[in-house]
C-alpha cells in the first residue's frame, strides 16, 4: 500500500464531497456538511480497502509441475549411480559405498583394457597416485571436484 494511493483515494473523496454538497445545495435539501463528509470519507475507506484487497494476487493455487528426476526416465543403472552419488555427498558419516563402486568400475575397466586387476602391481601405476588412494585407502568424503577426477582417471585407462 503506497501513501500516493491513499492521497489519491483522499482527493477523490473531498472532490466527492463537494461535489454532492453542491448538489444538495442546488436540490434545496439542506445538507448537514459534518455528516456527509463523515458519509463520504466511510465510503471512500471501505471501497478502497476492497479495490486493494481485490487487487493483492495473494497466494497462488496453481500447481508448478516439477521436471522429472534423471532417475524416472532413462537407464535404471543411471539412476542407481545419481542415487549413490546423492546418497554419499548428503551422509553425515564416511561411506564406502561410493568407493567400493568406483573400485568395482576400475577393476572392470583395467581388466577389459589392460589385462590386469585392480589389486595387481601395475594397477596403481596406471591409476596414478591419488585415485589409487581413494581406491585403497579407508572410506572418506569426496567432493564433486575429486569424485570428477577419479571418474576422468578412469575413463582415461
Do not use: K
Amino acid at each position: 500500500m503506497t501513501a500516493a494511493r491513499w492521497w489519491r483515494r483522499a482527493a477523490a473523496g473531498v472532490l466527492v464531497f463537494a461535489v454532492l454538497e453542491v448538489v444538495l445545495l442546488l436540490a434545496h435539501t439542506g445538507p448537514d456538511a459534518l455528516r456527509l463528509a463523515l458519509l463520504v470519507a466511510t465510503c471512500v475507506g471501505v471501497l478502497g480497502l476492497v479495490l486493494d484487497t481485490l487487487s493483492d494476487p495473494g497466494p497462488s493455487w496453481t500447481v508448478e509441475v516439477e521436471q522429472p528426476s534423471s532417475r524416472a526416465v532413462g537407464d535404471p543403472r543411471l539412476g542407481r549411480y545419481v542415487g549413490l552419488l546423492e546418497a554419499h555427498l548428503s551422509a553425515r558419516s564416511d561411506d564406502a559405498a561410493l568407493r567400493d563402486r568406483l573400485g568395482a568400475l576400475t577393476d572392470q575397466v583395467l581388466r577389459q583394457r589392460h589385462g590386469i586387476r585392480l589389486d595387481g602391481p601395475c594397477a596403481s601405476e596406471l591409476l596414478g597416485p591419488d585415485v589409487a588412494d581413494v581406491l585403497t585407502g579407508p572410506p572418506r568424503r569426496l567432493g564433486l571436484a575429486e569424485i570428477d577426477r577419479c571418474l576422468t582417471r578412469i575413463e582415461d585407462l
